[in-house]
């Protein structure tokens, strides 16, 4: 299915921006096909392989914060024009993005461009103590997360840690995580900027309406 | 390949453990099943699931500094037996351990109950300043991390900060990752055990003999 999308997104490329970005493209699709075929090394006997382009034109710069979630799930902070190429590599189908401002028009250029959906739960990033997490809004944010048709997605917010960490947390609940693993893998990310508030609403978090929507259907 | 894998292990299983562990086992494979098939809720129409076991029962315990890599790469601290349900829901077919120290009996168990294959590379895990990282063994440990045939997989030393650190980190250079972001990640999980011996090694680890065995051939 992902296969089919890139050769969707790429025929769009080669239509919209002709044919410089379609074959970069292609070199990505390379990238995914031949990492699905396996990464075993030539045999002895194969022909050289064609030349590529330098290590350094490659060099792939992740967002901030960022790291892979589950399969077809990864979280990050906001990513920048820098980040783009790496995006591309992940052949995503959608972002969800959980900040209330506006998507930059970088960014909202570069999803159009990738054929890549952009779902925005506008959730408010304030500080202790005043903080007031829409549990209702988290839910539906895990709907579309864990609806297979969204994925390859990325979760991000501003800074990757608490609005993002808590929607991870709560996934990682319906996963059956146990509390100090959800608390862990949360720490990591906000490191010292953790907030016990978030802490308390990933604890209190009501995943019985949404056991649908996990694997094991507990 | 992971489901045929996953039937002979069940039968391995219903032969040697009888009808209780094999149960179990189904369960697990309709985790995977059903994750792979999407996370759509069903239709209205659907008759009811057959009742589950609470959910308590099914609380999960990933090992210490538990975190996906990459489809099918795992990372994590030594796991312990409270974390073995977990590691089974991984579906694993290998263990690549970083450590010279000899593999517990329990955990040698586990393994062999399960069909997963034990990759041991006995790095010493040194404070600074005698450190001594075997470049070649890395590189002999990302040849099987990377074969296909060897995943899904969980690398693990004993905590997963410095000997798992290094691992990924070389890994993140060959998928072309900048420094700065393997760094990033490498401290995410070090934190205050964070090593400049370490950052050193990778950035100085080369890895143009490996070249072959990533998917971009760049």
Sequence with gaps: MKLETMVKQRAVL???????EAMEMRRLELWKHEKRDGFHPPPP???APPPMPACDEATLVPPLNFAMVDDGIFRSGFPAAANFRFLKSLNLRSIVYLCPEPYPETNTEFLAKNGIKLHQ????GRKEPFVNIPDEKIREVLKVVLDERNQPLLIHCKRGKHRTGCVVGCLRKLQNWCLSSVFDEYQRFAAAKAR?????????F??????HLTPSHC
């Design 196 to 204: 016990s508030t978030d802490q308390r609403f990933m604890e209190l």
């Design 45 to 47: 006997t194969a022909a």
């Design 14 to 20: 080669e239509e919209e921006q002709g044919e410089e």
């Design 121 to 124: 739960f506008g959730i408010e």
């Design 206 to 211: 009501d995943i019985s309406s949404l056991k």
